[in-house]
């Protein structure tokens, strides 16, 4: 392996020389085990896939896709159904998206379009990414002695002036629909946020001057060009504030009151997929943590599907856009 | 004389225009309103962290003594009591996940970013990363169940542990990738020119370079995870005593809180808010240790 020609250049004491056979076999043994450890990651998934839908077995062999459409979780007959979790989750996540997106989306526009002094900017950005790493069993305990009560008077009053109304159609007792969107929402505005200041960011300063000189005011260019552009990776900021919420667990456990009924009233307690697997595991016997299983694996599929468009969302986009500019 | 009067002319004919926009003018009265409404969203925006961060200092400062960090939960009726298990099983429980899942996300993180980085391989790995990095905690918690709390028979450490380092994977290997890619490509010419195999540039130039950006990654994997507690529920539990063996129900200050928050009794609440303001703290301190980290870059 050690031709002439290396040898000339490289002379026997000097610190240049051509791998040793040793060197070699520790170069080609660390490729095969970095090889192993990036498939790991692949592996980890279908495992995960794996190994849930196996625990899972049982519970849809029995169940079937009744489990999806049932509303009763009684242990004592072993009658399983998830329908209100499902509909708690996704009413919930959907609420904080529309709260928790927007303001995200609207502290994105502005850290990133000149409305504060870059260093002023800087640690508003900072108190932001200080939002996102709170546990979120603090949020809940917050939720439960702070958010509750200071809603809970305007959420009665709603209640009785304008009960006919199904949003508001039962009243405020504690933990609830209403809260634990609301403290849900707080969790993923950083999330929101810090993906579309990426986004705006990524508009090139071009297409921002331009719009400028055409004389538009500051928001008519904000609205009519800047979130246009950079319209991509904001939907993927929601997508995935989206599949955050989905999978939030332990705030909502504390908040959102534990009960299997399907309502539209935002002040009525509900249950999700991820606060009935915590809620009830602890103490399950054998058939209910099956059926939580089955539960576990739903919640699985439909967190992985809304990641996958998320991430796909975000790589495309960014694609195009670094091909443009 | 003709040439005065032309020079009149041209200065004044050609006045430059007030580019200023008229006060009444609607469009400037539409952007200044959506002005003052962007900046209430942002004040809205900080209240919580500060609403958060009051209830912190005021409810769980007023607990905060040193027999938190030497006594026992109590029960029910009790007064007094701490939580210095659930402050040792939160640092063991990180610590399994550190030196599980540091070493393996590195080695992946060089073949994304040095041996192969335009590979199919590299393209899904990095993919799945970055999705798994969305993944919700219970369900790692119910994984690693299902592979190691049935496998062992018990709740454990070691089980908590593990479903910790599932979660903190994806991160510590996308941040190492990040900062392995930013080593000069210099460098890397550099070594191989001297003779140096692949992996020994990666050992002996690229790790040693990229080494302030991937501790920022791992201290924020950490700062994530040890605030973590769905995954605790079906791994470790909880305990009330202190911790004898790996093998078995360890406490946890996010299980401590979680279980506490429900209890009818101030004492208990007390203790939450101060095991809160002790989780935060530590969080607090490992994201200001990543930024730290992170400024001693070449």
């Given at each position: 392996?050690?031709?002439?020609?290396?040898?000339?250049?490289?002379?026997?004491?000097?610190?240049?020389?051509?791998?040793?056979s040793?060197?070699?076999?520790?170069?080609?043994?660390?490729?095969?085990?970095?090889?192993?450890?990036?498939?790991?990651?692949?592996?980890?998934?279908?495992?995960?896939?794996?190994?849930?839908?196996?625990?899972?077995?049982?519970?849809?062999y029995?169940?079937?896709?009744?489990?999806?459409?049932?509303t009763?979780?009684n242990?004592?007959?072993?009658?399983f159904?998830?329908?209100?979790?499902?509909?708690?989750?996704?009413?919930?996540?959907?609420?904080a998206l529309?709260?928790?997106?927007?303001?995200?989306?609207?502290?994105?526009?502005?850290?990133?379009q000149?409305?504060?002094?870059?260093?002023?900017?800087?640690?508003?950005?900072?108190?932001?990414?200080?939002?996102?790493?709170?546990?979120?069993?603090?949020f809940?305990l917050?939720?439960?002695?702070?958010?509750?009560?200071?809603?809970?008077?305007?959420?009665?009053?709603?209640?009785?002036?304008?009960?006919?109304i199904?949003?508001?159609?039962?009243?405020?007792?504690?933990?609830?629909?209403?809260?634990?969107?609301?403290?849900?929402?707080?969790?993923?505005?950083?999330?929101?946020a810090?993906?579309?200041?990426?986004?705006?960011?990524l508009?090139?300063?071009?297409?921002?001057?331009a719009?400028?000189?055409?004389?538009?005011t500051r928001?008519?260019?904000?609205?009519?060009?800047?979130?246009?552009?950079?319209?991509?990776?904001?939907?993927?900021?929601?997508?995935?504030?989206?599949?955050?919420?989905?999978?939030?667990?332990?705030?909502?456990?504390?908040?959102?009151?534990?009960?299997?009924?399907i309502?539209?009233?935002l002040f009525?307690?509900?249950?999700?997929?991820?606060s009935?697997?915590?809620?009830?595991?602890?103490?399950?016997?054998?058939?209910?943590r099956?059926?939580?299983?089955?539960?576990?694996?739903?919640?699985?599929?439909?967190?992985?599907?809304?990641?996958?468009m998320?991430?796909?969302?975000?790589?495309?986009?960014?694609?195009?856009?670094?091909?443009?500019? | 004389?003709?040439?005065?009067?032309?020079?009149?002319?041209?200065r004044?004919?050609?006045?430059?225009?007030?580019?200023?926009?008229?006060?009444?003018?609607?469009?400037?009265?539409?952007?200044?309103?959506?002005?003052?409404?962007a900046?209430?969203?942002?004040?809205i925006?900080?209240?919580?962290?500060?609403?958060?961060?009051?209830?912190?200092?005021?409810?769980?400062?007023?607990?905060?003594?040193?027999?938190?960090?030497?006594?026992?939960?109590?029960a029910?009726?009790?007064?007094?009591?701490?939580?210095?298990?659930?402050?040792?099983?939160?640092?063991?429980?990180?610590?399994?996940a550190?030196?599980?899942?540091?070493p393996?996300?590195?080695?992946?993180?060089?073949?994304?970013?040095?041996?192969?980085?335009?590979?199919?391989?590299?393209?899904?790995?990095?993919?799945?990363?970055?999705?798994?990095?969305g993944?919700?905690?219970?369900?790692?918690?119910?994984?690693?169940?299902?592979i190691?709390?049935?496998?062992?028979?018990?709740?454990?450490?070691?089980?908590?542990?593990?479903?910790?380092a599932?979660?903190?994977?994806?991160?510590v290997?996308?941040?190492?990738?990040e900062?392995?890619?930013?080593v000069?490509?210099?460098?890397?010419?550099?070594?191989?020119?001297m003779?140096?195999t692949?992996?020994?540039?990666?050992w002996?130039?690229v790790?040693?370079?990229?080494?302030?950006?991937?501790?920022?990654?791992?201290?924020?994997?950490?700062?994530?995870?040890?605030?973590?507690?769905?995954?605790?529920?079906?791994?470790?539990?909880?305990?009330?005593?202190?911790?004898r063996?790996?093998?078995?129900?360890?406490?946890?200050?996010?299980?401590?809180i979680?279980?506490?928050?429900?209890?009818?009794?101030?004492?208990?609440?007390?203790l939450?808010?101060?095991?809160?303001?002790?989780?935060?703290?530590?969080?607090?301190?490992?994201?200001?240790?990543?930024?730290?980290?992170?400024?001693?870059?070449?």
């Open positions: 392996m050690v031709t002439s020609a290396f040898e000339r250049a490289a002379p026997p004491g000097s610190i240049a020389q051509p791998p040793s040793n060197e070699y076999l520790t170069d080609r043994g660390f490729r095969a085990l970095a090889v192993a450890g990036a498939s790991l990651i692949i592996l980890l998934v279908a495992y995960i896939l794996w190994e849930i839908g196996a625990q899972a077995w049982s519970a849809i029995r169940h079937h896709l009744g489990f999806l459409i049932s009763n979780w242990v004592a007959d072993e009658h159904g998830i329908l209100p979790e499902i509909w708690g989750t996704l009413y919930s996540s959907m609420l529309l709260i928790g997106g927007f303001l995200g989306l609207i502290v994105a526009i502005f850290l990133t000149d409305f504060l002094p870059l260093r002023i900017a800087q640690v508003f950005s900072t108190i932001i990414e200080m939002l996102a790493a709170i546990p979120s069993v603090v809940g917050w939720g439960i002695f702070v958010v509750i009560p200071v809603i809970r008077p305007t959420a009665n009053w709603l209640n009785e002036t304008l009960g006919w199904p949003f508001f159609g039962s009243s405020l007792s504690g933990p609830g629909l209403l809260p634990a969107a609301l403290v849900l929402a707080i969790m993923i505005l950083p999330t929101v810090a993906i579309s200041q990426d986004a705006l960011n508009v090139p300063y071009r297409t921002k001057e719009a400028y000189g055409m004389g538009t928001w008519e260019a904000i609205l009519k060009v800047m979130l246009p552009t950079a319209a991509g990776g904001i939907a993927s900021a929601m997508v995935l504030g989206f599949g955050r919420a989905l999978g939030e667990t332990m705030a909502l456990a504390m908040l959102i009151g534990n009960s299997n009924q309502s539209l009233s009525a307690p509900a249950q999700t997929l991820a009935l697997l915590a809620s009830h595991f602890p103490e399950a016997g054998q058939s209910e099956q059926a939580l299983m089955y539960a576990a694996l739903v919640l699985l599929a439909i967190t992985l599907i809304v990641n996958m998320g991430t796909a969302i975000m790589a495309v986009t960014q694609r195009r856009i670094s091909g443009r500019s | 004389m003709n040439e005065q009067v032309a020079i009149k002319n041209f004044t004919a050609g006045d430059a225009p007030d580019l200023r926009r008229s006060w009444t003018e609607r469009r400037g009265v539409r952007s200044f309103i959506l002005t003052i409404g900046w209430i969203v942002a004040l925006a900080s209240v919580p962290l500060f609403s958060v961060l009051y209830m912190l200092i005021v409810q769980g400062g007023s607990r905060l003594s040193l027999d938190l960090f030497t006594e026992l939960p109590p029910g009726f009790e007064t007094g009591g701490g939580f210095g298990n659930a402050i040792v099983g939160t640092l063991i429980m990180v610590a399994i550190s030196v599980v899942s540091i393996l996300g590195i080695i992946a993180a060089t073949y994304l970013a040095d041996l192969s980085p335009d590979s199919k391989l590299s393209s899904t790995t990095r993919f799945l990363a970055k999705v798994l990095t993944f919700p905690s219970i369900l790692a918690g119910v994984f690693v169940y299902a190691l709390v049935l496998a062992m028979g018990t709740y454990s450490a070691w089980a908590g542990g593990i479903s910790l599932v979660l903190m994977l994806p991160t290997i996308l941040t190492a990738e900062a392995m890619k930013t000069p490509r210099m460098m890397k010419d550099a070594a191989h020119g003779g140096c692949r992996t020994e540039t990666i002996k130039i790790l040693p370079t990229a080494l302030p950006g991937i501790l920022t990654g791992v201290m924020l994997g950490v700062a994530r995870v040890a605030g973590e507690s769905a995954p605790l529920l079906f791994t470790a539990l909880f305990s009330n005593y202190w911790l063996s790996l093998r078995e129900p360890t406490a946890s200050l996010s299980i401590l979680y279980n506490f928050s429900s209890m009818p009794f101030d004492n208990q609440i007390q939450a808010w101060a095991a809160s303001l002790i989780l935060v703290l530590i969080v607090l301190v490992f994201n200001i240790l990543s930024r730290v980290l992170g400024r001693s870059r070449i």
